[in-house]
């Protein structure tokens, strides 16, 4: 790891701090007291900003990570939903309307909602704490708003949920959207006003159907089932189950969150993804249209749990490896290197377009963990770290200077003290090889005698068995040896 890390971590914390945002809300009466993105560009209490603050707060005050998803829930709404912005402080709504590309559902909140990684936060915030009263306090209002997901959101019941607005995926001008919003990503200066404008014609659609939640989505404007969003969703479904049972709820509610994880997961495999571009496309309108614009969100399954090992190793070592598409020197980018709307440099001013995010390499470091690829996961988080020490704690980075763009002094970014920690752990722990983990093969060993192919290969991926035995396989998926080689 780099050898500002202890820099690194105390600029983390000096965000977290200066961040917050206290006081009593005239809109309710409330206390509120979060952390906000941004002090400089984003004020408010944003829905998955704050599941990933409370992440980091809670390896420096558990206290401060409980309350910020407390602070969050109070608005939670009673039929489930949870808005993607809560403008908790009266004095900057008016700025607010006029910068973001926002509506309204009520003076202190919106309309719209975002990517569920309250779960996570959740399971993360109580695996340290074993707090059971906060726990039961928390768990209400997040098995509603799931359960709003499931009822409002997938009408086709293919077990996918639609987001009905570009900012619900949390990547709001990803150039996966270009094409629904009227987006010529040839003419760079003009890409963010087209999104405004693209806004604009959406919202004048939603005009008159904007209090039935369900009919926005029958008017296929943007009725969008997105891949990060359905794997965050699905991942969440899992924890929540296995949190359930914790708490004590009712071992059917618990399976049914399971169930319905395993068939968002299956949905995905079934309806995204590409086998011949090894690719997860996420799907656009009622005729489920596939997207092919290769962004991080194609390779978010690799986050869940239960994944074919096949796919996992196509999306490691085909895109998120290849230095032409993602494996950049600072990565992951938003969007792969070799797409025509690449934007490394920001030079469009518009997010998610080409930089890296620190949220995303989070969750993509945890998935590469639980397959196994602790190498290639331990890279990352040194690349990571080396980004934010020449770009500072901003939003995004240019993934080949690691130029800082965006807010400064952003809350996620701040998610690299869990990837220190993790990474702090997993070194210090002997290393042994895992039962049905996927391994690459520079760490679990270099060249093998192939029985089946009479010769020296280089294999580059291996199961553990349970009898111990090792499963290896060629970069090519349909050259795959089986033989019980040596005894780990
Ligand atoms: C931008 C991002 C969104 C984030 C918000 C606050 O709108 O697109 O994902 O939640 O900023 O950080």
């Known amino acids: 790891m780099s050898m500002n890390t202890e820099f690194i971590l105390s600029e983390a914390r000096r965000v977290l701090s200066a961040n917050r945002q206290e006081g009593v809300s005239r809109w309710n009466g409330k206390r509120f007291s979060f952390v906000c993105p941004s002090l400089s560009s984003y004020p ?27 602070c969050l829930l109070q608005a939670a709404q009673p039929d489930g939903f949870i808005p993607h912005m809560v403008l908790w402080q009266e004095q900057h709504q008016r700025a607010a309307e006029a910068e973001f590309k926002i509506t309204l559902a009520h003076p202190y909140f919106t309309a719209t909602t975002q990517p569920p990684v309250l779960a996570r936060a959740i399971e993360c915030v109580f695996e340290t704490t074993r707090d059971f009263a906060w726990l039961e306090e928390v768990l209400g209002p997040t098995v509603c708003f799931f359960k709003w997901l499931q009822t409002i959101r997938d009408p086709d019941n293919d077990f996918l949920i639609a987001i009905v607005q570009p900012d619900e995926s949390g ?32 919202f004048a659609i939603y005009r008159d159907s904007r209090t039935e939640s369900r009919k926005l989505l029958q008017l296929d404007a943007f009725n969008y089932e997105d891949v990060m969003f359905n794997s965050i969703y699905a991942d969440g479904l899992l924890r929540l189950a296995g949190l359930l049972r914790t708490a004590q709820y009712p071992e059917a509610e618990a399976a049914e969150f399971e169930l319905w994880s395993a068939r968002t997961r299956d949905a995905l495999i079934r309806k995204c993804w590409d086998e011949q571009r090894s690719a997860f496309w996420d799907l656009s309108g009622s005729d489920e249209q596939p997207q092919k614009i290769l962004t991080s969100s194609c390779l978010f399954p690799l986050i869940l749990k239960g994944m074919d090992s096949n796919i996992v190793r196509r999306l490691v070592n085909e895109h998120l490896l290849n230095e032409a598409e993602f494996w950049l020197p600072f990565p992951i980018p938003s969007v792969a290197a070799n797409e025509p709307s690449f934007d490394p440099a ?11 995010w620190v949220n995303i390499n989070w969750y993509l470091y945890w998935g590469l963990r639980q397959y196994g690829y602790d190498d290639i996961g ?3 988080v040194t690349r990571t770290l080396n980004m934010i020490e020449r770009g500072g704690m901003c939003e995004c980075f240019d993934p080949y200077t690691a130029e800082g763009f965006g807010a400064a002094d952003f809350g996620w970014t701040a998610l690299i003290i869990d990837l220190i920690e993790a990474e702090r752990n997993r070194i210090s722990k002997p290393q042994k090889a895992r ?30 068995q349970p009898q111990g035995h090792q499963r290896h396989g060629l970069d090519d998926s349909k050259a795959i040896l089986e033989a019980p080689t040596k005894k780990v």
């Open 378 to 380: 331990g890279e990352l």
């Open 171 to 202: 990547v709001d001008v990803s150039p996966k959207f270009d094409a629904l919003l009227g987006i010529d990503y040839r003419r760079p200066d003009t890409v963010y006003s087209a999104w405004h404008s693209g806004m604009d014609r959406l």
């Open 435 to 464: 039962t049905g983990a996927l391994k690459p093969c520079r760490e679990a060993g270099e060249e093998i005698v192939s029985e089946e192919y009479g010769r020296q290969i280089r294999p580059c991926w291996l199961v553990v």
């Open 44 to 70: 408010f209490q944003w829905f998955w900003d704050s599941a990933f603050h409370a992440i980091a707060l809670m390896h420096l005050n558990a206290d401060l990570a409980k309350q910020e998803l407390q």
């Open 346 to 356: 920001f030079v469009t001013r518009a997010i998610f377009r080409g930089p890296s």
